[in-house]
């Protein structure tokens, strides 16, 4: 997560605890296949200078916290449950829920992620168009070579990485042109990443030592999607995944759905009632930023797609001028 996510996770009063359960760092290496280093440059601090520029972070961490923050506010949080319609007039939505259950609220959120469910409920058509590149994926122990995000863009990979989550652990990824690895068994699967991460070295090596685990390996493909405005209808709104997605090239995804979150609580406790209006401010204020996120990390993977040799520093440039202003 970049300073403009960790911004928002500070409004919500957790950033104490995920700084202490997260791992902080403030520069980024730029590494050959055979590990050298090539250059070490100060990331930019998105979320200002007393936030750092980037915190790794294990999922279920960010959840826990989340969960129990929201917990304390006074949410209440039903799991094992989830909708399965809605009907909505002037005032309110009924929701009917896959364990029966029957609520009315004032307002539907949709942060239900890529495939959100509440979107097609909604029937809206979004069309997610993969953008050809597929990426594996480990959690594992970290080693202490590894201290901060290096990448490697040349080689048998599109982009190869990796990223400390906690002073125990960290997440590494090899990206590839996509294809269907879903006939592979976990042992398989293990086998391919193993081969593929054997074209890198360095802190790479310590890495490969610890990819032991079946389990701890993941494959998916880059995707990308951008709803137009609104994101409503009527009292149901889209945010986070659910409105947009883009390929994790930059980064950005995380930040941009804690962002509509926080933009869009802002907008609601600033109205006299939840109309059209409200949404449509909401919608203002967030589709150009996310349009530019959106669009800037799939042009960063269509250059390597197309071995185009783009103009990334100014890419990189734009979009951190656009993240680093207040959401
Ligand atoms: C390979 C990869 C790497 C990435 N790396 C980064 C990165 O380094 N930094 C970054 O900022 N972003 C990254 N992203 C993007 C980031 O993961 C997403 O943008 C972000 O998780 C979106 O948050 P969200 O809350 O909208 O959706 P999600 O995180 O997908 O959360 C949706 C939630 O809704 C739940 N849900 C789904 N359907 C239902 C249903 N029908 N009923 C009830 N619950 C439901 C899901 O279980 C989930 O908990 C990456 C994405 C990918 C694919």
Not at 28 to 51: I, K, Q
Not at 174 to 193: C, F, I, S, Y
Not at 235 to 246: N, P, Q, Y
Not at 299 to 317: H, I, K, S, T, Y
């Given at each position: 997560m970049?300073?403009?996510a960790?911004?928002?996770l500070?409004?919500l009063?957790?950033?104490d605890?995920v700084?202490?359960?997260?791992y902080?760092?403030?520069t980024?290496?730029l590494?050959a296949p055979?590990?050298a280093?090539l250059v070490e440059?100060?990331?930019?601090?998105t979320?200002?200078?007393d936030?750092p520029a980037?915190v790794g972070?294990y999922?279920?961490?960010?959840a826990r916290?989340l969960?129990?923050?929201?917990a304390a506010a006074?949410?209440k949080?039903?799991?094992a449950t989830?909708v399965?319609?809605?009907?909505?007039?002037?005032d309110?939505?009924?929701v009917?829920f896959?364990d029966g259950?029957v609520?009315r609220?004032?307002?539907v959120?949709g942060a239900?992620?890529?495939r959100?469910r509440?979107r097609?409920?909604?029937?809206?058509e979004?069309e997610?168009r993969?953008?050809?590149?597929?990426i594996?994926?480990v959690?594992?122990s970290?080693?202490?070579?590894v201290t901060?995000t290096?990448?490697?863009?040349?080689?048998?990979?599109?982009?190869?990485?990796?990223?400390?989550?906690a002073?125990?652990?960290?997440?590494a990824?090899?990206?590839?042109?996509v294809?269907?690895?879903?006939?592979?068994?976990p042992?398989?699967?293990?086998?391919?990443?193993?081969?593929?991460?054997?074209?890198?070295?360095g802190p790479?090596?310590?890495?490969?030592?610890?990819m032991?685990?079946p389990?701890?390996?993941?494959?998916?493909r880059?995707?990308?999607?951008?709803?137009?405005?609104p994101?409503?209808?009527g009292?149901v709104?889209?945010?986070?995944?659910?409105?947009?997605?883009c390929?994790?090239?930059?980064?950005?995804?995380?930040?941009?759905?804690l962002?509509d979150?926080?933009?869009?609580?802002d907008?609601?406790l600033?109205?006299?009632?939840l109309?059209?209006?409200?949404?449509?401010?909401f919608?203002?204020?967030?589709?150009d930023?996310v349009?530019?996120?959106?669009a800037e990390?799939?042009?960063?993977?269509?250059w390597m797609?197309?071995?185009?040799?783009?103009?990334?520093a100014?890419?990189?440039g734009?979009?951190m001028?656009?993240?680093?202003?207040?959401?």
């Amino acid at each position: 997560m970049q300073g403009n996510a960790l911004r928002v996770l500070r409004q919500l009063g957790v950033w104490d605890e995920v700084a202490a359960t997260g791992y902080a760092f403030n520069t980024v290496g730029l590494r050959a296949p055979d590990g050298a280093l090539l250059v070490e440059m100060e990331d930019v601090r998105t979320g200002g200078p007393d936030l750092p520029a980037t915190v790794g972070m294990y999922r279920p961490t960010l959840a826990r916290i989340l969960a129990d923050a929201a917990a304390a506010a006074g949410a209440k949080l039903r799991y094992a449950t989830t909708v399965r319609s809605f009907s909505q007039d002037a005032d309110g939505v009924d929701v009917t829920f896959s364990d029966g259950t029957v609520s009315r609220y004032d307002l539907v959120i949709g942060a239900d992620g890529v495939r959100s469910r509440v979107r097609s409920l909604l029937g809206i058509e979004l069309e997610t168009r993969p953008t050809g590149m597929g990426i594996w994926r480990v959690f594992t122990s970290r080693p202490d070579s590894v201290t901060r995000t290096d990448l490697y863009y040349h080689g048998a990979c599109y982009i190869v990485g990796y990223c400390p989550t906690a002073d125990d652990s960290l997440y590494a990824y090899l990206v590839e042109d996509v294809q269907d690895r879903t006939r592979l068994t976990p042992a398989q699967r293990l086998e391919v990443m193993r081969a593929l991460a054997a074209h890198y070295h360095g802190p790479w090596d310590d890495i490969r030592d610890r990819m032991t685990d079946p389990g701890t390996i993941n494959y998916t493909r880059f995707e990308s999607h951008l709803l137009q405005p609104p994101w409503n209808r009527g009292r149901v709104v889209l945010i986070g995944d659910a409105a947009h997605t883009c390929p994790p090239t930059i980064a950005q995804g995380a930040a941009m759905a804690l962002e509509d979150a926080a933009a869009l609580a802002d907008v609601l406790l600033a109205a006299d009632r939840l109309d059209q209006d409200a949404f449509d401010a909401f919608t203002a204020r967030r589709y150009d930023r996310v349009k530019t996120v959106v669009a800037e990390s799939v042009q960063l993977g269509q250059w390597m797609l197309d071995g185009v040799e783009g103009n990334v520093a100014a890419l990189m440039g734009k979009v951190m001028a656009v993240v680093s202003q207040p959401a």
